[in-house]
């Protein structure tokens, strides 16, 4: 072999060992990515379990951010903002928790009103959810039978800024008389 040849074995020696610690260096990068995804899919499919295991007519006032309002007495209730083990909150978030409750909400005094006429389509509003067949802009925190629901799940991690939301609509179903 000539000096040439080896250098050029060398050289496509280094290239490939080049290509394939970058493979293995991405690949671990994107597990990593995907164990984020994962905490933060079971975390919000795990708050929805805790809402339908809640009492319907409890759920406005346990998961919204009016701590006066609390069933147990202020300050009792879960509250609008939940903490995600395993997931860092992102470098705006005040209070640093990563998961979130996004029900249609509107301030008003004294606190917080549970609105139909809200213009909020990720939640599938203006919507009657007191079953009345109108959209007003009552107060319908005491007489809702439907419930519209974003969890959301916010984080700073390996791929930056990332955020997974679940959107359900919660139903006070009624057992059909036998």
């Not at 040849?5 to 293995?24: D, F, N, P, R, W």
């Not at 928790?97 to 549970?114: I, Y």
């Amino acid at each position: 072999m000539t000096l040439i040849e080896v250098m050029i074995s060398i050289l496509i020696l280094t290239v490939a060992v080049y290509l394939l610690s970058s493979t293995v260096t991405a690949a671990i990068g994107h597990s990593e990515v995907k164990r984020e995804r994962g905490i933060a899919v079971e975390a919000a499919a795990n708050l929805i379990e805790q809402l339908h295991a809640q009492e319907f007519e409890d759920l406005w006032a346990l998961y919204n951010e009016d701590p006066s309002d609390d069933p147990q007495g202020s300050g009792t209730a879960p509250g609008r903002h939940f903490a995600v083990p395993g997931l860092d909150a992102m470098e705006a978030d005040v209070d640093g928790l990563v998961g979130e409750v996004v029900m249609p909400v509107k301030k008003s005094e004294p606190g917080f009103a549970l609105r139909e006429d809200e213009i909020a389509a990720e939640l599938g509003l203006p919507r009657d959810l007191n079953g009345d067949l109108l959209i007003d802009d009552q107060d319908h925190s005491g007489d809702y039978i439907v419930l519209p629901v974003i969890v959301r799940v916010s984080w700073t991690g390996k791929a930056g800024n990332r955020q997974f939301e679940i959107a359900t609509m919660l139903a006070k179903l009624k057992k059909a008389p036998e």
